[in-house]
């Protein structure tokens, strides 16, 4: 039973435009959400997160967005750049759970010039 | 200051043969954790540490042992190679506020 899915294994986009990476989750009680980015022969590296009492974080080119009636969040890279183009994850904690991060299957994204 | 670092960046082992992956850390974090990832798969959680000289099962423990003898280290140990191990392994160790550093990962082919 996955709590965090990641629909889209990949994702092209043109550079300069935006880019919106999709996150279901069904576990109600998840206290933040985060983004790790990841290139290859990498480790992940975090990108941004957000508080579940919160709808939107940004930083800079990211913003996060967190849905939580629909249990959805969403990444909005704007505008997407060459240097983007990695696997996101997308994962999910709860507090109570000693911070052990529950993760997505990730999503490809390439960033075409 | 190196963050996580793993060792070695790839093993190739035979079906039945031990090794051991070393993760250090330098952040003087007090959690640590190893993740497997496989294609098409989110990372899953092997074993993790909450402090030196505790250990505790992750998602997907069995096949695997760790150890936490200091502080800094967090070895992750496969007694008996199976190619269901063949794997992309991480370590990471994480701040009082949630967020996971990661090493940059060892390859493991078991054939």
């Known amino acids: 039973d996955q709590q965090v899915k990641q629909n889209s294994p990949s994702l092209s986009v043109q550079e300069g435009r935006i880019s919106i990476l999709n996150c279901d989750y069904t576990n109600s009680m998840f206290d933040y959400f985060l983004w790790y980015k990841k290139y290859p022969a990498e480790g992940p590296t975090f990108l941004i997160s957000?508080?579940?009492i919160k709808d939107k974080n940004e930083d800079g080119r990211f913003t996060v967005f967190l849905n939580k009636s629909a249990k959805h969040l969403s990444l909005h890279i704007v505008p997407s750049q060459p240097g983007d183009s990695a696997v996101y994850f997308c994962?999910?904690?709860?507090?109570?759970?000693?911070?052990?991060?529950?993760w997505g299957a990730g999503t490809k994204l390439i960033i075409k010039p | 200051n190196a963050g996580v670092t793993q060792t070695p960046k790839f093993r190739v082992l035979k079906t039945g043969q031990s090794m051991t992956l070393l993760c250090a850390q330098d952040m003087n974090h007090e959690y640590m954790y190893w993740y497997r990832q496989d294609p098409g798969m989110g990372l899953r959680l092997i074993h993790y540490s909450v402090g030196e000289g505790t250990t505790a099962k992750g998602e997907v423990p069995d096949g695997y042992n760790v150890s936490r003898l200091k502080k800094q280290n967090f070895l992750l140990g496969l007694e008996s190679a199976a190619p269901s191990q063949t794997s992309v392994y991480f370590c990471?160790?994480?701040?009082?506020?949630?967020?996971?550093?990661f090493g940059p990962g060892t390859r493991l082919t078991v054939l």
């Open positions: 957000i508080s579940s």
């Open positions: 990471a160790s994480r701040t009082g506020t949630g967020m996971q550093y």
């Open positions: 994962a999910a904690l709860t507090m109570d759970s000693n911070y052990q991060l529950i």
